[in-house]
């Protein structure tokens, strides 16, 4: 197996992608509520980092991993 190429995802021990989107969106939504008492102290990259906060607080890493694996052919 030689791995092409690679991307990063969310990974948690104890749930699944589903629950990722449910925590994201939560997150998004505290932010959001934050951010909008003083609107012109963030930026969007604050925005984003905040998130990736949040998500990490609720147990949510990102995990390397492969994008395609490829069989390597045994010799004949």
């Not at 629950?19 to 932010?31: L, M, N």
């Not at 949040?54 to 010799?75: A, H, I, L, N, S």
Request: charged share 40%; net charge negative.
């Amino acid at each position: 197996m030689v791995p092409l190429s690679c991307t990063h995802k969310p990974y948690h021990p104890e749930k699944s992608d589903r629950e990722w989107t449910i925590d994201h969106e939560d997150c998004e939504k505290s932010v959001r509520d934050e951010i909008r008492d003083e609107p012109y102290a963030y930026d969007n990259f604050d925005e984003m980092r905040m998130i990736n906060q949040c998500m990490q607080k609720k147990g949510w890493v990102w995990k390397r991993t492969d994008w395609w694996k490829f069989k390597k052919d045994e010799p004949e």
